[in-house]
Each structure stands twice: as C-alpha cells, then as structure tokens.
C-alpha cells in the first residue's frame, strides 16, 4: 500500500549545521511530493512541495528534490537555526486518491544555539 | 495564512458522551478533511468531503461520523466517544485534487 517512510529522531543538532532528513515514499501513481513543519503548539505548514521528477521545491533555506528512481524526496537546509526546531513531515498525494495526503511518522528537530 | 478555524481548540469530554468539532473555512475550497495526530504515526485521514454533502472515509473513520451542509463548514462527531479517541484533530483545506493541503490550528481533545 501507500506509504512514506522518514528517519526517526529527535534530530539534535548546533546551531550552523547542515541538515538532512531522509524521506522515501511507496506509493501507486505519480505523487506529488510535500514537507510541511510543526512549530510546537501549532497546526502544520507547508514547507515545499514538488510535483514531477527532478523538481527541486524550496522555501526558507530548505531545499527537497523529487527523485523518482529512488522515491526519496530528502530535506536539506545548509545552516540550521534554533528557529527551525520543529517536527517535519514528509508526505506525498495522488489525485487518483482523491487528493488524501499520506504522512511519514515525523522527524523531531532540536537545534541547540 | 489560510482562513482556517477550528471550534473547539481544547475539549474534554466523558467516555461515551458526544463530541462534535467543527472546522470553517473563509477561502471557499472545495475539499476539506479531517485528521487526527498521535505519537509515533504522523497525522492519519478520518474523512474527507469533496463538495457539499459528498464525503468519504478515510483510513481510520471507525466512530466518526462527519457533515457538510455548507462549502464553509465541516463538521466531525464523535457518536459516543472512547479512549482511544484523545488526539489533537487537524482540519484542512484544498482548492483542487493534487494541490497542496492547508491546516488549521488544531482541537486537543482529552476523552476521560
């Protein structure tokens, strides 16, 4: 069945690092792909999307790019900040599912200053 | 930011007693949905409405039943609620099929 499969955490990282989160998808179809962030207390953001292979979506120093040979869609951001400390959700929907976005389980990100 | 509330933000509420939350729109999208946030499984799909009146289950619509007489509102109920059912529910939107999904705030509800 559909499923997104993304790195456990707590992420625990200083302040400047890079970061990566792994995210890899099964699903029936062509998604189209998703990050979206948790800051603690509030609901969930969009954080970048793309929809076809080779898309690189971006936003806020984040970067993922869609690679359809391996199903991953990997988050990357270059220099962290204590502001990114949140929980980062991979997900994936597909319109023949009648648009329902399917998650991975999260990844906790603390950034220590 | 999306218009998107939801009603109540924290609830809690008696085993066996309803509960219906309620979740409005002012972006006049056409799909909403329903999900709910547990520890160790991200956010699952309860129900979704593709317009007025049309709505489909999900994967985990055991005990909720949900209603949408209007494009703006989209309503959940918990028939007699359980245990099992204490969550954080999520409200979201979508303009079309394969866009992307915009959150509401959340409903903490505590089912003792």
């Known amino acids: 069945g559909n499923s997104v499969t993304q790195m456990e955490g707590p992420v625990t990282l200083s302040e400047e690092a890079f970061l990566t989160i792994n995210c890899t998808y099964t699903?029936?179809?062509?998604?189209?792909l998703f990050w979206y962030v948790q800051y603690p207390g509030e609901g969930l953001q969009l954080l970048l999307k793309a929809t076809k292979a080779d898309d690189k979506g971006s936003n806020k120093g984040f970067e993922a790019t869609y690679r359809k040979e391996t199903t991953s869609f990997h988050l990357e951001k270059g220099s962290v900040q204590v502001s990114d400390s949140a929980v980062y959700f991979c997900?994936?929907?597909?319109?023949?599912?009648?648009?329902?976005?399917?998650f991975g389980g999260g990844t906790r990100v603390l950034v220590k200053p | 930011d999306a218009g998107i509330t939801q009603s109540p933000r924290h609830k809690v509420t008696e085993t066996g007693t309803p509960v219906t939350l309620r979740c409005h729109q002012t972006e006049n999208h056409r799909y909403m949905y329903w999900y709910r946030q547990d520890p160790g499984h991200g956010l699952r799909l309860i129900h979704y409405?593709?317009?007025?009146?049309?709505?489909d289950k999900g994967e985990v619509s055991d005990g909720y039943s949900v209603s949408r007489s209007k494009t703006e509102d989209f309503l959940l109920t918990l028939e007699s609620a359980t245990s099992s059912q204490t969550s954080v529910y999520f409200c979201?939107?979508?303009?079309?099929?394969?866009?992307?999904?915009?959150f509401g705030p959340g409903t903490r509800l505590t089912v003792t």
């Open positions: 979201a939107i979508s303009e079309d099929r394969g866009g992307e999904q915009y």
């Open positions: 409405s593709y317009g007025v009146k049309d709505t």
């Open positions: 997900a994936f929907n597909l319109k023949a599912a009648g648009n329902k976005l399917t």
């Open positions: 699903a029936t179809g062509y998604p189209s």
